[in-house]
Structure formats: structure tokens, C-alpha cells
């Protein structure tokens, strides 16, 4: 009996990327049909574990446009879509997907932000950059350089929290420290 790798997938507008995650994959067969049948296949691990993988798209695909590269970790494919829309899901059949199959939050972006690249909306007006004083001509200053972050005395919130619970089992009242002059300052 095959088992199934994991799958991640993302779309655009005009294509797909479906990454199939099996390390050392060897024995790698897959077909992509016009009609959107996706099927992949390989074996894997010590004892050459059998793979498999098959599912209709939601829709037609360009099987001459659609690539596959493998690398040692996944199997990655660019499969073009016939038509360049926005899908609704992955699968043609509805319902839950199945457990194999996950959203590339890597890969992903919405249908409403896919043409806006990054920083594009950005309006700087007239700012001068040379006046915001980011390094280079001014001292370093050696007081700050010599302070060490991992010496710092004061309790995070979990640390707080954790004992007033303490506190609160045996009974005591609990009682904040009292902050030093050089954290008031900062």
C-alpha cells in the first residue's frame, strides 16, 4: 500500500504551484492531462516507501506551458492554467480537501495583490534621506556598545505572572520588584 506525500499549492491568476514534499525521492513519475488530471508517483526512504498522489484540478491546465523541477528535498511544478482566472479552490470536487493537501502561505498571494509589487505604493514626498542620520559620520557611541541585554534584571510577563501564582499556592501576597534608576530612564 502507497502512501500519500504532503502537498502545497498557491495560485495566481495565470498559474499554479503545487509542491509535492518527499526528500530523496527516487522512481519519480507524474502526468499532468489538458483536462487537469494531476498523478505523481516515486518511492522513498531506506526501505523505498511507494508514493502516490492523485487529483483532478479544478479546471483545465496548458500541459506544453506547465514545468517541474525536483530538487533533493520536494518536486516542485508551475503548472499554467488554460485560463487565466482566479480559481476557487485547487480540486474540482468540493468539500473537505484532503489531509495531504495544504495552502503554500510561502507562495501565496490574494487575487487583489497580485499585480502590486513591493513598495510600489510608496510615496516618500520630499523627504531627505541624508538628514535621518542611519550611521557613518557620527561616533559610535561606546557607552551603549558596552551594556549587555542579557544582564537585564526585569521579569518579562510570564515571569511576573508566574509568580503571583506562586504566590497565590503558598499564600504569600506577592510583591512587584522595585525598578531600578537605569529602567526608568529608558
Given at each position: 500500500?502507497?502512501?500519500?506525500?504532503?502537498?502545497?499549492?498557491?495560485?495566481?491568476?495565470?498559474?499554479?504551484?503545487?509542491?509535492?514534499?518527499?526528500?530523496?525521492?527516487?522512481?519519480?513519475?507524474?502526468?499532468?492531462?489538458?483536462?487537469?488530471?494531476?498523478?505523481?508517483?516515486?518511492?522513498?526512504?531506506?526501505?523505498?516507501?511507494?508514493?502516490?498522489?492523485?487529483?483532478?484540478?479544478?479546471?483545465?491546465?496548458?500541459?506544453?506551458?506547465?514545468?517541474?523541477?525536483t530538487t533533493s528535498r520536494?518536486?516542485?511544478?508551475?503548472?499554467?492554467?488554460?485560463?487565466?482566472?482566479?480559481?476557487?479552490?485547487?480540486?474540482?470536487?468540493?468539500?473537505?480537501?484532503?489531509?495531504?493537501?495544504?495552502?503554500?502561505?510561502?507562495?501565496?498571494?490574494?487575487?487583489d495583490e497580485q499585480d502590486?509589487?513591493?513598495?510600489?505604493?510608496?510615496?516618500?514626498?520630499?523627504?531627505?534621506?541624508?538628514?535621518?542620520?542611519?550611521?557613518?559620520?557620527?561616533?559610535?557611541?561606546?557607552?551603549?556598545?558596552?551594556?549587555?541585554?542579557?544582564?537585564?534584571?526585569?521579569?518579562?510577563?510570564?515571569?511576573?505572572?508566574?509568580?503571583?501564582?506562586?504566590?497565590a499556592a503558598s499564600g504569600?501576597?506577592?510583591?512587584?520588584?522595585?525598578?531600578?534608576?537605569?529602567?526608568?530612564?529608558?
Amino acid at each position: 500500500m502507497s502512501r500519500h506525500p504532503a502537498v502545497k499549492w498557491a495560485q495566481r491568476s495565470d498559474k499554479l504551484f503545487i509542491t509535492v514534499e518527499l526528500p530523496d525521492a527516487k522512481n519519480v513519475k507524474h502526468k499532468l492531462d489538458p483536462e487537469g488530471k494531476f498523478s505523481f508517483s516515486a518511492t522513498a526512504g531506506a526501505d523505498n516507501t511507494p508514493y502516490e498522489v492523485e487529483f483532478d484540478l479544478f479546471d483545465k491546465v496548458d500541459v506544453n506551458e506547465s514545468k517541474t523541477s525536483t530538487t533533493s528535498r520536494s518536486i516542485c511544478y508551475l503548472v499554467k492554467k488554460a485560463e487565466s482566472k482566479w480559481w476557487t479552490r485547487l480540486l474540482k470536487e468540493g468539500g473537505k480537501p484532503p489531509v495531504f493537501l495544504k495552502v503554500d502561505w510561502d507562495k501565496w498571494v490574494d487575487e487583489d495583490e497580485q499585480d502590486e509589487k513591493a513598495g510600489s505604493n510608496m510615496d516618500f514626498g520630499n523627504l531627505d534621506f541624508s538628514n535621518l542620520n542611519v550611521g557613518g559620520d557620527e561616533e559610535f557611541d561606546a557607552d551603549f556598545a558596552d551594556t549587555d541585554e542579557g544582564d537585564d534584571d526585569s521579569d518579562t510577563e510570564d515571569e511576573v505572572k508566574e509568580e503571583e501564582e506562586a504566590a497565590a499556592a503558598s499564600g504569600e501576597p506577592h510583591t512587584a520588584p522595585a525598578s531600578s534608576e537605569s529602567e526608568t530612564k529608558a
